[in-house]
């Protein structure tokens, strides 16, 4: 994600003092089996007016503040490259299996915490079997953000959250004032409120991507509909500790352009796009370790609004299904130990790979009602 809040940049003597600071420290410091989740304030908390305010928050979410939120800056349609799409990203087809309908984009009002100011942005996230039917994964800084040391990265909570599963801005006005709701076409599974929300233990101390573990899982309900999402949705399979180096599909719902590493003047021509946060876009490559962060990285061309968007092993184009093993985080430069400035640097995608910590947060949130 990396959004608006998170636009400042910071020097590249600053940028090596932390990389080699987040890895002496990561490296003394690492995950341990049985280290408990930690859950925010939930959003809407449990108690006789939870309906109303479940509802409130869906409301919220009006045709003008999805498009605010959730399209580009630019005033453009999404362009591909000159020889077309590829496989650094390109659009999944509109209801080509499951993924379709597991993976959504999240609209997030943010309040900081110091000012009070709030904000409107979007992530990316994915439907997982659960227990009780209604986790959807995504990453941490999508719900919470705040650097230890002050370098202009923002301290933000989520205090409103929506989900929209197979989200589709095709007849999303870019300049609209209205204050209708989303109907079928852009909401075909309905708009979820998001009422409590988990993350890693490691976020919670080191909100940021110096040391914490970019990965949240959240539960949804929809005002609208008794079922739990993953009824309505389907479920991709999720599993942890898997095997890295593999081949992997990261979904997402790339949006801002200002951040884009693969923007028109940034890259050569045969390489240069853009989006514009209407679609579900794909990457597909081989992965390989970051001894580091323990962070599955791929070549691939997406930009902040991916965030928290699912990596899938094993996954069946024919069918949309695979297993999600991680969660995109931020695009790491190959000449630096932290991608600290994210997007900009590229080309590198970078995922948290689900391990112990994870699997802490997903049992917490699926064992929750």
């Not at 009070?116 to 992530?123: K, N, Y």
């Amino acid at each position: 994600m990396f959004i608006g809040i998170l636009q400042r940049r910071t020097g590249a003597a600053v940028l090596g003092v932390l990389g080699l600071v987040a890895a002496l420290l990561t490296a003394a410091t690492p995950a341990r089996a049985g280290t408990p989740a930690f859950e925010l304030l939930p959003i809407v908390p449990a108690g006789a007016d939870h309906q109303q305010k479940l509802k409130a928050e869906v409301e919220y979410w009006t045709l003008a503040k999805m498009a605010a939120a959730g399209l580009n800056h630019e005033n453009q349609d999404a362009t591909p490259p000159p020889g077309g799409w590829d496989d650094l990203s390109k659009p999944w087809p509109g209801k080509a299996g499951l993924v379709s309908r597991t993976a959504g984009k999240f609209f997030i009002t943010y309040k900081d915490v110091d000012t009070g100011a709030l904000s409107d942005v979007a992530c990316s996230g994915n439907v997982v079997n659960s227990a009780n039917q209604s986790v959807v994964v995504t990453a941490a800084h999508c719900v919470r953000v705040h650097t230890p040391v002050d370098i202009g990265f923002g301290n933000v909570v989520a205090v409103n959250m929506v989900f929209v599963p197979g989200f589709n801005g095709a007849n999303l006005p870019r300049h609209t004032t209205s204050t209708a709701l989303p109907g079928k076409d852009i909401a075909p599974y309905g708009v979820w409120g998001v009422t409590r929300e988990w993350i890693t233990n490691t976020w919670s101390q080191s909100a940021d991507w110096l040391l914490g573990r970019d990965m949240a899982a959240v539960l949804v309900a929809s005002p609208d509909d008794p079922r739990p999402i993953g009824q309505v949705t389907g479920a991709q399979q999720i599993a942890f500790n898997q095997p890295q180096n593999q081949t992997d599909y990261v979904f997402g719902y790339p949006t801002i352009n200002e951040r884009n590493y693969y923007r028109p003047g940034n890259v050569s021509a045969p390489l240069q796009r853009t989006f514009d946060g209407r679609n579900l876009m794909v990457t597909q490559g081989a992965t390989w370790n970051d001894p580091v962060y323990y962070n599955d990285v791929m070549t691939g061309a997406q930009s902040p609004g991916c965030s928290g968007g699912p990596v899938l092993q094993n996954f069946e184009p024919a069918t949309g299904e695979g297993v999600q093993t991680g969660v995109f985080s931020r695009y790491d430069d190959p000449g630096q130990i932290i991608g600290i400035l994210g997007w900009t640097q590229g080309p590198n995608m970078s995922s948290t790979h689900l391990g112990d910590e994870e699997q802490a947060v997903y049992n917490a949130a699926q064992s929750a009602s």
